[in-house]
């Protein structure tokens, strides 16, 4: 009996034999695409699904893209068209942002609108 129960609790915590070096190779720390150190204590602006825009003073973050911001504020949205940002601002304080839901990080400074390349120009 006591050896049915150490096969248990060795499947559980990924033992069990054969495929060892996959496992091996799956324990090894995952390398973040994104290096997100040098923007701590910087002033970063956040896009989300659903087309959320807010920015704070990035302090802190995990390999999954859940951010800690700061003095966040949220950027509102025109109510008749969702994608559309309003001059409307309203201040959030210190926030933790779901990693699953960011969909673009970039820095605060530097960072200008442009208009899109892709859209033909019409004449008259």
Known sequence: MTSLLAAANEMASGGGGGGSKMADKEKKKKES???LSKYIDKT???KFQGGREASGVLKGFDPLLNLVLDGTIEYMRDPDDQYKLTEDTRQLGLV????TSVVLICPQDGMEAIPNPFIQQQDG
């Open 33 to 35: 695409i994104l290096d």
């Open 44 to 46: 970063i602006r956040v």
């Open 96 to 99: 933790v942002c779901r990693g």
